[in-house]
C-alpha cells in the first residue's frame, strides 16, 4: 500500500448533475477526513469518519452533501444537485492516532471538481 | 472557531537565502500543530508535526517552533533550493479536526 488514492483525479459536470468521489486510504488506518479546498485557500474541514461511524460534519456539508465508509475502509463523497460554488480540489486524508494526541494525517492527491 | 492565518501569502527569494514563514492560531488550546507542503494541483505533505508540550521540531533544513501561549508558529528553511518552491500550509489540530491557513506560496529562484 503506497498511501491515500482518490478516483477520479478530475471531474468535470454540468450544473445540476450528481457526483460520486471514492477515497481508499491507508489500509491500517481507522480514522478518514475530507476536506474541500478552493483555490488560493487552505482546506477546509467537511467530515471525518473513524471506522465505519461519521463522527463529525461540518455546517459546510450542506444536505446536498452525502459521505459514508460503509465498511470501513473506503469512502465515498456524493455531492447532489452540482452548483456552481461546488467546483473545488475534493481532499481526502487518512490517519492512525496513536494517542496523546497526534493525529498525523497523510493526504490523497484529490478530486478536483468543475461544475460549469 | 479557531482562525489561522499565514503571512506572508507568497514569497519570492533567491537560492541560498535562509527564510521563515509565519503562522497564527486565535485558539490556543491546540493539541498540536502541523506544517504541510503542497505542491500545486497536489495533496499535502507533511513536514513537521509539534505537539502542544513541545516548543520546536527539527527535520534537515527544516525547523519548526511553537509558542502556544501567543498562537504563533515559525517555519524556518536554511539554504532554499528551487525545489523548495511550493505553497506551505500550518494546521492546528483542536478537537478533532484540522484548521488550515491560507498558505504561503513560495518561490525559490535559480
Known amino acids: 500500500d503506497t498511501g491515500v488514492s482518490q478516483d477520479p483525479r478530475h471531474k468535470i459536470t454540468k450544473r445540476g448533475q450528481n457526483v460520486t468521489f471514492r477515497c481508499d486510504p491507508i489500509?491500517?488506518?481507522?480514522?478518514l477526513y475530507w476536506y474541500r479546498q478552493t483555490l488560493g485557500q487552505g482546506p477546509e474541514f467537511l467530515t471525518y469518519?473513524?471506522?465505519?461511524?461519521?463522527?463529525?460534519k461540518s455546517r459546510l456539508l450542506s444536505d446536498r452533501f452525502s459521505a459514508e465508509r460503509p465498511k470501513g475502509s473506503f469512502s465515498t463523497l456524493e455531492i447532489q444537485r452540482t452548483e456552481q460554488g461546488d467546483s473545488a480540489m475534493y481532499l481526502c486524508?487518512?490517519?492512525?492516532?496513536?494517542?496523546?494526541?497526534?493525529?498525523?494525517?497523510?493526504f490523497g492527491p484529490g478530486t478536483r471538481l468543475t461544475v460549469l | 472557531k479557531q482562525e489561522v492565518t499565514q503571512i506572508p501569502a507568497a514569497l519570492s527569494v533567491p537560492e541560498g537565502e535562509n527564510l521563515v514563514l509565519n503562522c497564527s492560531f486565535t485558539?490556543?488550546?491546540?493539541?498540536?500543530l502541523q506544517w504541510f507542503r503542497q505542491d500545486p494541483g497536489k495533496g499535502l505533505t507533511s513536514l513537521l508535526l509539534i505537539q502542544s508540550s513541545q516548543r520546536e521540531q527539527t527535520s534537515g533544513r527544516l525547523n519548526a517552533s511553537l509558542d502556544k501561549s501567543s498562537g504563533r508558529s515559525t517555519l524556518y528553511i536554511a539554504a532554499s533550493q528551487p525545489g523548495d518552491s511550493a505553497t506551505y500550509l500550518c494546521?492546528?489540530?483542536?478537537?478533532?479536526?484540522?484548521?488550515f491557513g491560507s498558505g504561503t506560496k513560495l518561490n525559490v529562484k535559480p
Open positions: 486524508a487518512s490517519s492512525l492516532p496513536t494517542g496523546g494526541h497526534t493525529d498525523t494525517q497523510y
Open positions: 494546521a492546528t489540530y483542536n478537537f478533532n479536526k484540522f484548521y
Open positions: 469518519f473513524q471506522n465505519e461511524a461519521q463522527l463529525e
Open positions: 485558539d490556543s488550546a491546540i493539541y498540536n
Open positions: 489500509s491500517e488506518h481507522n480514522r
